[in-house]
């Protein structure tokens, strides 16, 4: 069983940066996509960046050249730097990840995404 544990968010000012950590323990079976997704208070889970086994990425256009996903499979762990951060961007963020093989270029549709952190909190504001 998949258990991932997000850390790094907090509070910062606009233009400031963050980076979230998703530590992964347990099986995730090959291939497959990790992604992170962030929900806002009333509002749907959105998808922000997702990454496949081979390294190739896909950032949802309202992150792109701000955001970059990454992974470590050394320390299992998956990674989301945060740039030029905008008070929109606030939300809860969760890392996810597929527990079927799934090939391909990774997506960004949750349901797609059977395993689920708890989230982490950034706030944006001056």
């Known amino acids: 069983q998949v258990q991932l544990m997000e850390s790094g968010g907090g509070s910062v000012q606009p233009g400031g940066s963050l980076r979230l950590s998703c530590q992964v323990s347990?099986?995730?079976?090959?291939?497959?996509?990790m992604a992170w997704f962030r929900q806002a208070p009333g509002r749907e889970r959105e998808g922000v960046s997702c990454?496949?086994?081979?390294?190739?990425?896909r950032d949802a256009s309202a992150v792109k050249g701000r955001f970059t996903i990454s992974s470590d499979r050394a320390k299992n762990t998956l990674y989301l730097q945060m740039n030029s951060l905008r008070p929109e961007d606030s939300a809860m963020y969760y890392c996810?990840?597929?527990?079927?093989?799934?090939?391909?270029?990774?997506?960004?549709?949750?349901?797609?995404?059977?395993?689920w952190g708890q989230g982490t909190q950034v706030t944006v504001s001056a």
């Open positions: 347990g099986y995730i079976p090959s291939p497959y996509f």
């Open positions: 990454i496949n086994n081979d390294g190739i990425v």
């Open positions: 996810a990840a597929t527990t079927r093989p799934s090939a391909g270029v990774c997506h960004l549709y949750p349901v797609h995404f059977g395993a």
